[in-house]
């Protein structure tokens, strides 16, 4: 077992977490009811369940002490250590309860808990999706205006962001339509923009609804619609790009190393113990408040082509610390470089600026493949310096080595090109509001973006048959006496699919 390394950062308490030793106790309480309900969803126990919810219920309505949504018994800038509450975890539990609700179809029990969650202020970066949810289940019983007017007041709500937001937006479009509403809102337009979509024919393994789709691909193996669509890109046809299968993780790697030093930075209560991989605040709005100056400073300097340096500088002096959404393994220190410089200082600039205003919102949902390719493709000339071959996957005059040591010394690549953001959907997949919400942004921050959607392969056998036993067979079933060339079209058959691999 290895040793894991942290970050090193001052640890500055300025208040405690749990103002008396009773709330402890209520803390601790409301933990192991969270523990008996999640036994309960495994052990399929209604009854544990409904115990659990009812515990919880009662315990908020009967809390002396509201947190309106701007408390002013907590100061801003200690929001966040509002999670370590008794509050903060039966609320949780009341949305686990939803859930429940809705899975059974109780949808009027399931509005009731959603109403009681609105009505009080914890969790509340869980608003959006408790709106949400309160105006589809009002759609489900037949309220569609109440439905609708839910959905108007959920986008006013301040908490309201990201997917949560679109998916209200999409609502009213939806259920806003004459007679209810005459005319469109403001935001439609914004909404409903074009989104680039490209199509793929893949020849699948399996076609079973609700099973993760199997493909084979252009070399023949089994792969994942990803893996399809990423040698689709590197093909002719595509664009010959280069590219990974990432979603956010790249992305995260990216905001930690760019932002390593405004993550640890000196901030009050944010860290407790000495064994933390980020600030308790990250996933709050204190985060950006509290550290404003430092941040603007640093997207200034990625807006302005730095990137490079910055993670050169960050790689060398924490290369294996643990850092939350930093995979040290998965790139290299040139291919992060390589693919920056191809992203562009002001899309990485707008990515970062997105993640830490709210991360909590924005740290899911990222398109699936990251693509890349520079400027030119010189890489069967020799190098310039040295005469080996233009291996290092770059375009440069240099070779791999050459490259790395130039690399070293500026801290740059000194490559320039472009990038593509690709979500992929298979045969049976739609893109969620989140997923639309990044790829808006995304779009606005100056990026490609497209969807490739990879269709399964008309499976089609044309047989030619001459039989006279064949023809009196169908003509009894038919009332044909005679039949002369017979066209049997077999689309998808199990049988004749072997013929294919």
């Known amino acids: 077992m290895g040793l894991k390394k942290y970050p090193e950062y001052s640890c500055c308490r300025t208040q405690c977490i749990f103002s008396s030793h009773a709330d402890l106790l209520l803390y601790e309480e409301a933990l192991e009811i969270a523990q008996i309900m999640d036994m309960a969803l495994d052990a399929n126990d209604m009854s544990k369940v409904e115990k659990s919810i009812e515990i919880s219920r009662t315990y908020l309505t009967n809390l002396q002490k509201e947190v309106k949504l701007h408390s002013d018994f907590l100061e801003p800038h200690s929001m966040f250590l509002s999670r370590f509450s008794a509050a903060w975890i039966y ?32 969790c509340p970066g869980q608003r959006g999706s408790w709106i949400l949810r309160l105006s589809i289940d009002l759609e489900h019983i037949g309220h569609l205006e109440e439905s609708l007017l839910m959905a108007e007041k959920g986008i006013d709500d301040a908490w309201v962001r990201a997917g949560d937001r679109m998916a209200l937006q999409r609502r009213i479009l939806r259920l806003g339509k004459p007679p209810r509403r005459w005319k469109k809102p403001a935001f439609a337009k914004a ?80 860290f407790q113990t000495s064994f933390q991989t980020a600030p308790l605040d990250l996933r709050t709005d204190s985060f950006y408040p509290s550290r404003e100056s430092l941040i603007e400073a640093q997207l200034n300097n990625i807006h302005m082509g730095e990137a490079e340096k910055i993670l ?14 930093v995979n040290w393994d998965r790139h290299s220190i040139i291919e992060l470089q390589t693919i920056a410089s191809c992203i562009g200082g002001p899309a990485l600039a707008a990515i970062c600026r997105l993640l830490a ?54 801290g740059t690549t000194g490559l320039q090109g472009e990038a593509k953001l690709v979500e992929v959907k298979g045969p049976r997949d739609r893109l969620s509001e989140q997923q639309r919400a990044w790829i808006l942004v995304l779009m606005d921050a100056g990026m490609c973006v497209e969807v490739c959607k990879i269709n399964e392969q008309p499976n089609e056998v044309y047989i030619l048959v001459r039989s006279s036993a064949l023809d009196k067979l169908l003509g009894v079933l038919f009332h044909e006496r005679s039949y002369g060339m017979l066209k049997l079209v077999i689309v998808r058959s199990l049988l004749f699919r072997s013929l294919f691999k």
Not at 106 to 116: F, Q
Not at 363 to 373: C, H, Q
Request: net charge negative; glycine share 12%; charged share 20%.
């Open 191 to 270: 909404v409903g923009r074009k989104i680039e979509e490209v199509n793929v024919r893949g020849r699948p393994l399996n076609s079973a609804t609700g099973a993760k789709s199997i493909f084979y691909g252009y070399d023949g193996q089994q792969c994942s619609v990803e893996q399809l669509a990423l040698q689709y890109y590197s093909g002719e046809e595509g664009g010959c790009w280069q590219g990974v299968h990432s979603e956010g993780g790249i992305w995260m790697t990216y905001f930690g190393l760019l932002m390593w030093d405004v993550l640890f930075a000196d901030v009050p209560d944010v």
């Open 312 to 325: 050169a500088a960050s790689w060398e002096a924490h290369f294996g610390t643990s850092c939350q959404g």
């Open 91 to 122: 609320t949780k539990i009341l949305t686990l309860g939803v859930s429940v609700l809705e899975r059974e179809r109780r949808y009027e029990e399931a509005i009731e808990l959603l109403k009681c969650l609105l009505s009080r202020s914890y």
């Open 357 to 410: 205003e709210d991360y909590g919102s924005w740290a899911a949902g990222m398109p699936d493949l990251l693509l890349w390719r520079t400027s030119s493709d010189e890489k069967d000339l020799p190098c310039r310096k040295c005469g080996h071959s233009l291996s290092h996957g770059g375009n440069s005059e240099l070779c791999s080595c050459c490259f790395q040591d130039a690399v070293n010394k500026t």
